[in-house]
């Protein structure tokens, strides 16, 4: 199982970004994606969830109405939209997978909110 996450960086408050987290090595399509999120000197904390087929989605409550958590079983890949963006979201953002009763992660990619 690979997990690989790309498309953090600076972004100044207000702006977007889009996260991308391509997958190999397990039938993607059905298994749930999971995105977490973890600051300096803070817990890991789970941001957002989605099903296999991308018909369930879940959030974090203050990230609600601002992000969104898709997915693309043809290139298995899921994504983190990110809008409305506050230095509160400054993080290292990991991708998540179980599969087999195994977690994986993703190496991370850090999302810097400053003006």
């Known amino acids: 199982v690979q997990l690989v996450e790309s498309g953090g960086g600076l972004v100044q408050p207000g702006g977007s970004v889009r996260l991308s987290c391509a997958a190999s090595g397990f039938p993607f399509s059905s298994h749930p994606m999971r995105w977490y999120r973890q600051a300096p000197g803070k817990e890991r904390e789970l941001v957002a969830s989605?099903?296999?087929?991308?018909?369930?989605?879940n959030y974090v409550d203050s990230v609600k109405g601002r992000f969104t958590i898709a997915r693309n079983n043809a290139e298995n890949t899921s994504y983190l939209q990110m809008n409305r963006l506050t230095p509160g979201d400054t993080a290292q953002y990991y991708c998540?997978?179980?599969?087999?009763?195994?977690?994986?992660w993703g190496q991370g990619t850090q999302v810097t909110v400053s003006s």
């Open positions: 989605i099903s296999g087929t991308g018909g369930d989605r």
């Open positions: 998540n997978v179980i599969y087999q009763a195994i977690e994986y």
